[in-house]
């Protein structure tokens, strides 16, 4: 087993860099949304759409084409050259990491397999993430198309499958490379296993009514905690926006936040659960380190979104909301492995 460990450190390393990758990639793309430079690109070009605006004839084609969308028209008409320039970098720059991120999965890929580096299992899960990475730009197109038509701002619900396909996409790669870092098997707890899925699919769905709050600008009502405006648990707009009322806990500003506030106490007390069901286990040294990480990460990630509300979403603490989000799922991922495989 521990040469086959050393025989896959290269596809390990390469698979780690993935993650890093698109954890950067995530950081920027926070950065994009909350400074709005999203809808600043209106085109799509592959190849010639890595390389940005070289003079001011080039600024002023890309200005010109920026106007005759929504965005321009109906928020951001008192730009000038220089303001749209500001939020031109943070749009491009997120579209040349996920170009990048691309040419590392894909070129490497190709090496591993022609050097016949790569088992069958990890050929088949390598076609995954290749897949995923593939559908994560198609997303990230889709949801910048939804801002184009009549909106000046995006569907929530694709920015929402944009996010999360991020997240999964880096939890799987980040899976994969702790099923060659970890070849052996183990004997496993089957019940404790399958209550820790659970916790995941609960935080999976608060990552997402996150991606909800942002498409809607949600964070910036009822910046109260505990309580929403008013003093009150439910404030009464969480079920008046939208009829009929479930579409209030979908698409109303409201209705979406009262949610993730909810959902945020949910994934606390399962994490205190998994914490201390753990504790009248027999652990190995690294189960142990993935579940007192999930505990501090769990106080950390809901300290900052309860500040992230009160401060109003400040575009920094914003970022550091989706960075604890991100850090968060990697430690279940790891704590889930560790207690699967």
């Not at 720059?93 to 691309?102: C, L």
């Not at 038509?149 to 999360?164: E, G, M, Q, Y």
């Not at 009502?221 to 404030?235: A, D, Q, S, T, Y």
């Not at 707009?237 to 979406?256: A, C, D, Q, R």
Request: glycine content about 8%; some cysteine; hydrophobic content about 50%.
């Amino acid at each position: 087993m521990a040469s086959q460990k050393k025989e896959n450190k290269a596809v390990i390393y390469w698979l780690l860099t993935g993650c890093i990758l698109i954890f950067i990639m995530v950081i920027v793309g926070g950065i994009t949304r909350l400074t709005h430079s999203g809808l600043s690109i209106s085109n799509y070009k592959l190849i010639s759409g890595t390389i940005p605006p070289m003079n001011e004839v080039e600024w002023n084609e890309a200005f010109e084409l920026y106007k005759q969308y929504p965005e321009y028209q109906k928020l951001h008409n008192h730009f000038g050259l220089e303001e749209f320039k500001d939020i031109y970098f943070w749009e491009w720059i997120h579209r040349v990491i996920g170009r990048f991120i691309g040419l590392v999965f894909i070129i490497p890929f190709i090496y591993f397999l022609i050097k016949k580096r790569l088992s069958k299992s990890t050929f088949k899960k390598s076609l995954v993430l290749l897949f995923l990475g593939g559908f994560q730009g198609f997303l990230g197109w889709y949801m910048v198309k939804s801002g184009l038509v009549d909106k000046p701002n995006v569907s929530h619900f694709r920015l929402a499958a944009h996010l999360t396909t991020a997240f999964l996409t880096f939890a799987y790669t980040f899976w994969v490379a702790l099923d060659l870092m970890f070849p052996d098997k183990k004997v496993i707890d089957k019940k404790f296993r399958n209550f820790i899925r659970i916790g995941l699919a609960v935080l999976i769905l608060q990552i997402i009514y996150g991606a909800f709050v942002a498409g809607l600008d949600a964070g910036w009502i009822h910046n109260h905690w505990p309580l929403m405006n008013e003093g009150k648990l439910m404030h009464e707009t969480v079920l008046i926006e939208h009829s009929p009322t479930y579409l209030n806990f979908i698409e109303g500003k409201s209705g979406v936040q009262f949610v993730h506030r909810t959902l945020a106490y949910v994934v606390v007390i399962f994490i205190l659960a998994i914490w201390y069901k753990a504790k009248r286990m027999t652990l190995t040294t690294l189960q142990t380190k993935g579940i007192n990480l999930l505990l501090i990460m769990v106080g950390v990630q809901f300290l900052l979104g309860v500040f992230t509300l009160l401060l109003a979403v400040p575009v920094w603490l914003g970022v550091l909301h989706q960075v604890g989000a991100f850090i968060l799922l990697s430690a279940m991922t790891f704590t889930l492995h560790r207690f699967t495989k």
